[in-house]
Every structure is written in C-alpha cells, then in structure tokens.
C-alpha cells in the first residue's frame, strides 16, 4: 500500500510558539514591575534615609508645653480674664472625661489603641468608603494629625506626607498611646479662638469640660475636621446634624448604649451666644493685672500659661458693676433725648429686611443690658421695633417717655424717632421695654477691705470696650466736699473738738486781697444758719465753716496732715480752697484714705494680686495680707475715732441720711461730694470691714445739671452695692480708744475736756454782712484765678 503523509494541522504546529511568546511578555511585565516596586521602594529608602535627619526634634513633646494664655481669677476661682493669642487650658489625659475621649476616638480613630501610627485597615476601609461615596471617617491617625498639626504646615505635597509619616512613626516610639492623645486634645484648634477641649467647653458651653455631657461632647468632637463649618454658635444647623452622626458612630463603637444615644440626641444644648460675656464683669480689673504682670514678665505673660487669682471677691464685683450701671442709666433717664445712632433704609420684603436688621446691629451691638434694635414703625404713643433674628416688640406708655421728644412731629430729623432708626432699648424689670441711649456720663466704683488693703470689687467706668480709661486709678478729679473730713481730722489736732462752734456766716474776699477778681463762696443751698457746732458743720457739708476751719488750722498745716492719708501734697495747694477740695485724687486715693478712718488710724496698701501659678500649679508669686502694725499708724486712734463719730452723723442726719435709713445698720459711715457747678458727683464712705468709693462725672468736666449732687447720684449707687457687700457682715459697734472721754453724748480728747470753744473769726450774724477776709492763707496772686474759677457761682 503505497504511503501517505498526513496533512498538516497549522493551529497546532504554531501553538507552541504562541504561549512561548505569551509567556515572555508576562515574565517582562512581572519583571519591569518587580523592577519598579524595588526601584520605588529603594527610592521610598533612599528619601526615608535622606529626611530621618531632618525631622524636628520631639523629645520635647514628652514634656508637651503649649502656648498658653494668661488667665486671671477672682479669689473663689471664677474667670475674669483670659489673654493670649491662643485660648488654651492645658488638661492632663487623665483629667479629660472619658465621655470626651471616647467621642473623638468613635469620629478621629476608633483604633487608635490597636494600630501603630499609620492605620491601614483604616485607610482601605476609608478607600471603599470613597468609592461608594459613603461617609468617610478618613484615614489620617490621631497620631498623623499630632505630627501635623505641631510640626508641619498645612501645604498638601508628598514631601510633607513623607515627613508626616516618619514622625507619625517617631511619636509612637517616643510616647506612649495616652501622651499623644494629651497633646491631640489640648493642641487641636477647635474655632472661637479655642485651642483644646477644655477650652472649648468653656467657649462654647460655659462650664469645665469635666461637667459636659454625652451630647456636648459629640458636638464638641465634631469641631476639628472643620471649626469653622461645624461651629454651633455661627452655624448651628450644621453643627447639630455632625453631632447626631457622632452620637451614631459613638453607638457603633459601643461607647454608649442605645438608650444613652437616644438621650443624647434629644438633649437641647444651651450654647453660649458670640456676644456672651464672662460671668463677672471685671474688664477693668482684669486689664489692670495685665498690664502689671506684663511690666514683670514680659511677652512670655501671653504664652507661659501663668494663672493670677486676684483678691476680688465676685458677688462683689458682680454687685458693683450692676450697681454702678444702674446709677447711670438712671441718671440717663433724666437726660434729653439726643436721638437715633443712626439710620438705615428699610426693605419691604421680609427676608431682605431681616438680612438688613441683622447687619445694622452687627455694627452696633448690644452693650450688656442696653440692647440696640431698629424701628419698623413709630408714633407718639407707639412704637414697633425690630431685634436680630427677627425678634418684635412694642414699646408704649412710660416706656416712651425717656424718649418723648424723639417721637414729637417738631423733632428735627437727627433726633426723631422714625422707621429706619437704629436706637437703644431696655427691658424693665416688669417685662416692658423702654427706649434709651448709651450714656455720655461716667463713673467708677472701688472697695477694699481697709483692714489688709485687699481690693474687694473695681469698676473703672461704665463699659470698658466703650471706654477702657479706668476712672478708679486714672481720673484726678477735684473731691469737692468729701475731702472736707481730711481738714476736720487735721483740725482735732489742733484743739478742735465735735462740739466746738464755728460760724456758718456770709464770707467774701475783694479784688484788693486776691489780686484778682472777688470771691464770695457760697454754701450749696446758698443759706447761712450762723454758729454751729463742728458735728453739725459737717454733716449739712457747710462750706464756710469748712474755710473758717481752714484758717485756724492753717493750710499748710493741712496740706502737710493730708498726706498722712497718702494724697499727695502738690496736688492740693496751701491754699483756703483745699477745705472745699479744690485739689485733685483718684477713686483709689479716695478709698485709701478713707479706710485710715475705717481701721483706727493705720495707712494700708491697695493691692489686687494674691497669686501668681505657672501652668501646672507652681506658685510664683504669694502675697499675704500685710499686718497692721504700729510702724504704719498714720493718725491718732482716738482722731480716727472722733472722725468715725462725726462721719456717722453724715449718714445718720446729714447729707448722706438715706445710708443708714436704707441699710437699716448704724456702722455705715462717709461723706457726700458735689464740686462747684456739680461736675463731679462723689460719695465716700465705709463700714469696719469694708470701705468704698463712688465717682460720678463727665470726661471732659462739664456739669452734669443744676440739682445732680453726690448725695442724689453716687450715694444711691453706694448703698445699692453695699446691700450686698454687707449682707452677711454683722454690725460693729467701735470701742474707744485710750485718751477719749465722753461728755453730754459727746467726744472729747481727754486734755481737752468739754472745753470746746466758740470760733467765730468776726462775728458776724448769718443775716449779716459778709465779713471781709484778710489775705492770709489766700492763694498767691500768680495761682489765684486760677484757684478762684473753681468755686465761682
């Protein structure tokens, strides 16, 4: 049979060759990418290697020392004052709540505690989630935001996620798990100029983080991706709907039961508005510790952490600002009306008009209880206005009345009240509105404990971001008539007694003895009532036996005697005019004065600071009350004394009757001040345990009108305040010292018996001619009209 070749099947005798080339290609592109992976990874290497070295060091981390303000604290712990660029309130882990712990761990990095440094199982789970557009809780670590946010800028490069990296490693070698998240919690910038948790509770809540809840915590948690979107004050709708995502994954992660987030979901959270201010006013006071720990420290006073209690007592300072604040807006009240602070055009759509309403206000925010609003419609009998966020109300009857010839047809344009205006209102203690203005006056209130010189309450004027000039330690201001116990005082050293008589009679000084022109003072009431005694002189404030009494001492006698109290001689010229308190003081020098009378004779110094701690509780600085001692008796006992004698005769039937009457105690002693042409309005007075001072008047001096006196003004706001400050302080009856008798309910020296003469220094009767002055103790011609302009009528 003849033989045959097969036919040639041509797939297959080329199969071979196919799957050699197939394989080639494979083993090239497994080899180009185990090339590139090595290539990679050594360039990965060689940039490790190349930027280990260049890592800051982080050693000091392990002793973490933020920036931290200046805070500053009244004697019970409340804060009054914070300064420093950065909010911050250094808290230790094991200090921090683990209720807030656990809702940054359930949004930040629910597994911090298992993974080291970099979370790769977190940063898949964070991929998927990206690509189903799923919320992610991203993939940076606590540790990765650590390194970022205390090394590293915030610029989005390889380089820096190279360096992000390494440190994240470096930090999880150098500390441990709670040490980063101590730094994470106090670092993290949280909005409001809060940095930390802790501060932020106090921002945004009011209280210390230890006391925050399940559903505070969350909304405080969810602030670090983004302060500013999730902030509850400026956007609160967003904050509200992170919080509620936090509460859900706090569950997930089973730091809280069902029951707990249910709770917490439904919890209304109070949180403090953008215009809150701290719970005690006490601007003033808290610029004042400034300033001096500053002038000590230098610039690390705003970033070494210092914490300065100071010696102010709350409910007191709290009682003296509202106190002060209430006398002048009553004194407001009987001011004219000086019309809108400005105004704006209307819309009539509802929502623009809103939008403008809310804008208009921004710029002329509320000043505490003197809140601004804007009129939508006005007539003489009522008026409809307009508060942010869309608040409405009416203001009609008495609440008009301040600002009656605003809402008059005749009022010219600047001052009338019409829609468009941008005016001031308050709400009265019955729930009523009423239309005010923000005062031109100012004022200041001082007490301190005038046994150790402790400063109890400060108010340096009416608002410091309206005016930060503090009236307590800067204003110089003529005293007027409440210097007047500072002559007497030097005069019971010159034989005088309380029972001695001196002539309220008419007195007048010609051109030919003052060089210049007459002077004829005047008593207050423009009355003379002829002998009195010195008690009764100085209760009904007679200004001529005031200068009588001045001439018999001398006055460079008194001028030398005052400074016992620590005022300062230049400033009070030799001349008849101090007995009328032509001179100048502070509020402070007024109190310091005083309260030589309030201790029995001994000069004390003002002081304000008590403690001074670093950061973490080291104390600086410690100031014990000096003790009076004898080395610092600056008058006899027995004049301090008599003076505490006739000054409670000024409150019990004198110009100042209306403090014991209200007060319903007798140890309430002072002495009323109204200057010529009442320009400054004072009342000075004390208690054994507390002394206190109350200025009244214009910064540029202008009189504040032709019936306004200390005793009108300044004592009501003296006795409002001292309701409080003496409320639990028992009354204190005064034992005289050694060298007084007293004789027919009078005291005398004791050399002196009741031998209390008349001084009469011509005679004259009260319905007399003005007796005509001889030149001494008269001012010298170069000094006298400028002197003599003071009292003239």
Known sequence: MPYTVPPVNKTAAHQPSSRHWLVRVLLWIVGLSVAGVLSLSMLIGVSLVMAYPKLPDISDLAEYSPKLPLRIFTVEGDLIGEFGEERRNLTPIKEIPQVMKDAVLSIEDSRFYQHGGVDYLGIIRAGFANLGKRKSQGASTITMQVARNVYLSTEKTYTRKIYEILLTFKLEHLLTKDQILEIYMNQIFLGNRAYGFASASEAYFGKPLKDISIAEAAMLAGLPKAPSAYNPISNPKRAKVRQQYIIERMLDNRFITPAQAEKARAEVLHIRSGSDKQKVHAEYVAETVRQLIYAQYGPETYTRGMNVVTTLQASDQEA???????????????????????????????????????????????????????????????????????????????????????????????????RGAVIRVVKLPNGNWEITQLPEVEGALIALNPNDGSIKALVGGFDFVKNKFNHVTQAWRQPGSSFKPFIYSAALEKDFTPATVVNDAPLFFDAGVTGGQPWEPKNYDGTFEGPMTLRRGLAKSKNMVS?????????????????????????????????????????????????????GGFRVQPFLISKITDQRGKVLLQTAPAEITEEKRAIPARNAFTMTSLLQEVTRSGTAARAQATLKRPDVYGKTGTTNDAMDAWFAGYQPSLAAVVWIGYDTPRKLGDRETGGG?????????????????????????????????????????????????????????????????????????????????
Do not use: C
């Not at 008194?558 to 509020?587: C, D, M, N, R």
């Open 320 to 418: 003296a600002y509202k106190a002060l604040r209430q006398g002048i807006m009553d004194f407001e009240r009987r001011q004219f009306y000086r019309g809108p602070e400005k105004f704006i055009a209307l819309p009539n759509n509802p929502k623009d008009l809103e939008e403008l309403v809310d804008e208009a206000l921004e710029e002329t925010p509320d000043n505490g209880d003197v809140m601004s609003a804007v009129v939508l419609e006005a007539s003489a009998r009522r008026v409809l206005a307009i508060r942010q966020n869309g608040e409405q109300f009416e203001i009609t009857g008495e609440g008009l009345r301040p600002a009656q010839s605003g809402l008059s047809d005749k009022a010219s344009p600047a001052v009338q009240i019409r």
């Open 547 to 599: 200068i009588r009494v001045l001439q018999a001492v001398g006055a460079r006698n008194a001028q030398e005697w005052i400074t016992h109290f620590g005022f300062e001689a230049e400033k009070h010229p030799a001349y008849l005019t101090i007995a009328l308190g032509a001179g100048s003081v502070t509020p402070m020098q007024m109190a310091t004065a005083y309260s030589v009378f309030a201790n």
């Open 713 to 793: 003004l300044s004592l009501p706001i003296w006795i409002k305040y001292m309701e409080t400050a003496l409320r639990n302080i028992p009354v204190k009856e005064l034992s005289a010292p050694e060298g007084l008798v007293q004789v027919g309910g009078e005291w005398f020296y004791a050399e002196h018996g009741a031998s209390g003469g008349v001084l009469n220094l011509g005679g004259t009767s009260p319905t007399g001619k003005a007796e005509r002055e001889t030149p001494a103790a008269l001012p010298k011609p170069d000094e006298r009209s400028r002197i003599l302009d003071l009292f003239r009528n």
